[in-house]
Every structure is written in C-alpha cells, then in structure tokens.
C-alpha cells in the first residue's frame, strides 16, 4: 500500500473501505475496498474529509480482481454462454439456451490448480435451462500476477472448457411391447410418460406403434417408424431377461449396433442402448413407467443434444449410479448421475 492525496489518486485501487455517517440518518460504506478511483469520486472523498487514501501500490503485471475475473471467465467461456458483470472479482457463466453443460473436467483441473484461481461449475452433462447459472468464478487476492492468468489463457486457448450443447429437436417412434397391451388386458402406462419426457426437450412423438412380445414384430414396427422419419426410437417392456421379454431380440434383428445392454445404474439396469444407420434406439426397462428419474433421464440428454453414447459412458455411470428415491426428488440437482 502507499498514501496519496485524494487528487492524485484517479485511476488507483482503493485498499481499504471508507464510511459515510449522516448523524441520524446513515452510517455505511461509501466506498469499498477495490473500488477504482474516479474523477468525479474526488469531491466525494473530500466532503467526507479524505484528503488522502490509501491505494494499491500497482506494478505493470498486476491486475485487479474485476477485470482478472472477466479474463478467467472469458477464457473457460465456451458456446452457448454469457458472463455477469464482475463483483468483487465473482463472474457467473449463464446458460445462453436450454441444452447439456459439457466440461472438459481435464482442463477445469489444471486451471483450479493454479494459485490464486476459483473455477467452480455444476455436475457435467446435465440437462439446464436458459439462464441458469452454469458456473462462477473468481480470483482469490485483489490484485493479481498477470502472469498467472496467461498460464489460464494458455491452457483454455482454442478449446470449450464450459459450454452449453443445445438440444436438437427429434421425431421419436415410441414401439411399446407386451401381450398384455397388445391384447387390451391392461392400459399402456408407457406412452404417457415418454411423450411428456420427449416434449420436455422440444421434441415430439410421432408415432406409437404397440406390439405383442414378438420379437419380428418388435423389429418391423422399429423399420416402420424410421421409415415414417423418426430419428429416435425408444422401445418400451420386455426388457428383462424372462422368457417372454423378446424386445433386446427385436432391437438386435433391426441389424443395430448393439452399445450395451445393461447399465450400472439403479433404477435401469436393464438398459439397452443401440444404433442403427446413426439412429439411437433405447430399450427402456419397466422402472421408467414408475420412477419419477432413472437411467433414461440420464441418457435423454446426450441423445438430445446429438451427442453419441458409448460404452465406456455407460460404464462410468456406476458412481453415483445409485438414486436414494428421495421424498422429493431433486434431480438434475442431486448425486444420482455424477460418474461420467
């Protein structure tokens, strides 16, 4: 720190706060500490009988917290994201769309390896919505080494350490199985609830076909939707490994490339996941109809967005696989999901 006189001292960064008092009126902070000196604060400051500050003793490769916070921002800012005004060196990262956070969690760690930096986000490949806040950031002191934050640049130059994949609108072929639906001996419970997931996301179904548990048949009503221009097959029941439960057989008939089927996740092991001709087809287990979040709300996403799942991503699902079926569920904010 050094002392200047209040004239001297536009420009500089104020080191400390200075009180206003009104006797009986007002007694609080008039300025605050970091606060760049204006030309029209000077008045200000000597009304309030300051005739000299203290100010930050500046050297060229110090930078202060507002505009270090901009510049961190700015560089781990990817598609689909804007930035808040900075305060007290905190800049949030706002979700420009609806789509999928993707964080290149490599890079997120170098940097948060770097003295003096903050990067923190929310978990990856969560589904979000415009204006939610993805991410905030800041610097710890109030000035900081220029230096510092080229390393930052240099790290996150020409690459997306946060960004937001915006959700693509798809026409979804929904094939429903069992003898039971076929046959009228119960309602199907499935449609509803894939209908009104898939129009979560801006998409729509546009077609239902119900079939028994036959496995041909399973696999000519998948043709027929494709055929009719879906771009997205989601196949419901018969997902187990009973006798009856042919829809894993239907699904590998169509030719598919078969991901996985299966998943480490609790409730929707019995997952299956393929694609046929770059047209994903997920075969839905029974839980989906009764759970309010399961494996399907953790893939819809990356099907969403356009984003190809594999099958080293569905063997990370694993940790935090596990929902804890909460009174109240609170997904995408919760732990169920977080191994990818």
Not at 9 to 16: E, I, P, Q, Y
Not at 30 to 54: C, N, Q, T, W
Not at 65 to 93: C, D, F, H, Y
Request: glycine letters at 10%; charged letters at 25%; hydrophobic letters at 40%.
């Amino acid at each position: 720190m050094k002392t200047v006189k209040v004239e001297d001292a536009v420009g500089m960064v104020l080191c400390h706060d200075i009180t206003k008092i009104v006797p009986g009126e007002f007694k609080g902070r008039a300025f605050k500490k970091g606060h760049i000196i204006r030309e029209e604060d000077i008045p200000v400051l000597l009304s309030l009988g300051k005739d000299h500050v203290y100010v930050w003793d500046m050297n060229s490769d110090d930078v202060h917290e507002n505009e270090a916070g901009i510049r961190l921002a700015q560089a781990v800012r990817g598609a689909g994201i804007s930035l808040t005004e900075p305060s007290e060196g905190k800049v949030q990262l706002i979700a420009e769309h609806d789509g999928m956070i993707t964080i290149d969690e490599e890079l997120l760690y170098q940097i948060n390896l770097i003295d003096d930096m903050v990067v923190g986000t929310r978990n990856n490949y969560r589904p979000v919505k415009k204006g939610d806040v993805v991410a905030g950031v800041r610097v710890i002191p109030l000035m900081i080494n220029n230096e510092k934050l080229k390393q930052v640049e240099e790290i996150a130059e020409g690459k997306e350490v946060i960004s937001i994949l915006p959700f693509k609108e798809h026409k979804v072929g929904s094939v429903v199985t069992g003898n039971e639906v076929y046959y009228g001996r119960i309602n199907d419970r499935f449609s509803p609830v894939i209908r009104k997931k898939v129009e979560d996301y801006g998409s729509e179904v546009i077609g239902e076909i119900i079939v028994p548990d036959d496995a041909d048949q399973i696999a000519a009503a998948i043709k027929k939707l494709i055929t009719q221009g879906a771009n997205l097959i989601l196949a419901s029941g018969g997902m187990s490994v009973d006798p009856d439960d042919v829809t894993p057989s239907g699904i590998r008939q169509t030719g598919a490339e078969i991901i996985s089927y299966g998943a480490p996740v609790l409730p929707g092991a019995m997952m299956m996941i393929a694609y046929l001709d770059g047209i994903p087809i997920l075969g839905l287990p029974g839980c989906v109809m009764y759970h309010k979040t399961t494996v399907f709300d953790l893939l819809l996403p990356f099907v969403m967005s356009g984003h190809k799942i594999t099958r080293p991503m569905i063997a990370r699902l694993g940790l935090g696989g596990l929902c804890l079926n909460c009174e109240e569920c609170r997904y995408p904010n919760c732990s169920f999901g977080t191994g990818f």
